[in-house]
């Protein structure tokens, strides 16, 4: 049965290889689940309901894979995409499931361990082009240090910058068309990732030789896990035309990187997310890092697929109603009307200046003002919790 909440390939939902195929292991107990053939996950995708898939290079293509095994590895992946109506709209590498990877990947102090790291992430871009890929994603997940004796934390922020600036013009000479994505997190696998959050990003991209190719993929996860706004992260990155990608997902602050179903921790804050996508009229992939509990089995993998698609649909309903809502309007254009006459310094010049400089505003009476957020945030629980 089709409804509002039946994904369709406008919706543009996609999933890694990695979340749907999540075996459930952690720290303290091994695999849950047996493992899951790429053409299965493809299979399992399209029964959901989903659009695309992503991947890391090994992923699909064990490390260990001579070229014959590789070749006939990504024509069966692709011949079940094809079959499946599944598309690959991103790519992406692992620089830190190897050892050796154990000091960073661009970021580590062996020469030849980052010659290595940019030579794999270009067969995973030669991988990904193959299938179609258009946006690469980059998380430097082993980009970190549990002791900063090992190296000057600037150091590592030049060998990143030198590792992208390179892989930029290897995507150009290809002619593949990537746009860069890159993920940020605080810690975990290492101890302290350098580049922290989506603003670490946004601060160095301006710095790269091509910056126009590179863009940023925040997750709900990693901006949780360091106590920040996710929205508020999405929102900047979107001004300043650099939210290439997004990686949806939940996380409550302060736990361990826990990658829920989308909405199943705080579906508040997945509402104002997915009111902010749908508002500015984002239009890239909505792809779900995400995994099942470990308590499931596929038939519960497929749950926690249908329910993370589910979820954002039901809440994108319920951002339109938000909009439509005329009481709630009210309030959002009361809270923005000027209190007072109020001159305008939108560009500077000697008449704005003196009309700012002269402008008889009154802090007291400005500050006495109510601005009823109790009574909006009241209206958008209601409406979130389907009273209204
Ligand atoms: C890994 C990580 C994710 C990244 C993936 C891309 S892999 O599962 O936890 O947040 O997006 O490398
Ligand atoms: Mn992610
Ligand atoms: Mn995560």
Partial sequence: MSDAYTPRPEHKFSFGLWTVANRGRDPFGTEVRPVLDPVDAVALLAEVGAWGVNLHDNDLV?????????????SDFKKACERNGIVVPMATVSLFTDPVFKDGAFTANDPAVRAYAVQKTMRAMDLGAELGAKIFVLWGGREGTETDACR????????????????????????????????????????????????????LIPTLAHPEMVGVNPEVAHETMAGLNFTHAVAQAWEAGKLFHIDLNDQVIGRYDQDFRFGAANPKNAFFLVKFLEDVGYDGPRHFDAHAYRTEDYEGVKDFARGCMRTYLILKEKAARWNADPEIQALVKEAHEAGQEAPSFAKYSPAARDAVLNAPLDRVKLAARGKKYERLDQLTIEILLGVR
């Fill in 62 to 74: 064990p490390i260990d894979a001579t070229p014959a095994e590789r070749d006939r590895i990504v």
């Fill in 152 to 203: 000057r934390p600037d150091d590592a922020v030049k060998r990143l910058r030198e590792a992208i600036d390179f892989l930029c013009e290897y995507s150009i000479d290809k002619g593949y068309g990537y746009r860069f994505a890159l993920e940020a997190k605080p810690n975990e696998p290492r101890g302290d990732i350098y580049m922290a959050t989506t603003g670490n990003y946004l601060g």
